[in-house]
């Protein structure tokens, strides 16, 4: 089974950057998607990016597209998200997931089977 940790949330200044990280152990990669979600206090989850492992084919947000970039590290089994021009809006706790890669939606929390313990990003006004 896979397990997931993310690290490098924190606090940041809008217009600033942030760089998550998410450690992957447990499976071999080559047939899974990896994402990430984000959950701002009082709202439900939220869809960021996803990325199909075998050839690192990333889908995201219109919210966040164009300032997330959704990367990984094979040797290392990991994966990233660059965050850049964050907003106050993107103040929320960050999850990695990871499923089996299929052509189904991706969009939806319940379609990932595998959470992070999640990390905290606040931006500041």
């Known amino acids: 089974q896979v397990q997931l940790a993310e690290s490098g949330g924190g606090l940041v200044q809008a217009g600033g950057s942030l760089r998550l990280s998410c450690a992957v152990s447990?499976?071999?990669?080559?047939?899974?998607?990896m994402g990430w979600f984000r959950q701002a206090p009082g709202k439900e989850r939220e869809f960021v990016s996803a990325m199909r492992w075998i050839d690192g084919r990333t889908y995201y947000a219109d919210s966040v597209s164009g300032r997330f970039t959704s990367s990984r590290d094979i040797a290392k089994s990991a994966v990233y998200l660059q965050m850049n021009s964050l907003k106050p809006e993107d103040t929320a706790v960050y999850y990695c997931?990871?499923?089996?890669?299929?052509?189904?939606?991706?969009?939806?929390?319940?379609?990932?089977?595998?959470w992070g313990q999640g990390t905290q990003v606040t931006v500041s006004s």
């Open positions: 997931v990871a499923r089996l890669w299929s052509l189904e939606s991706m969009t939806r929390d319940y379609e990932w089977d595998t």
């Open positions: 447990g499976r071999t990669l080559e047939n899974y998607a």
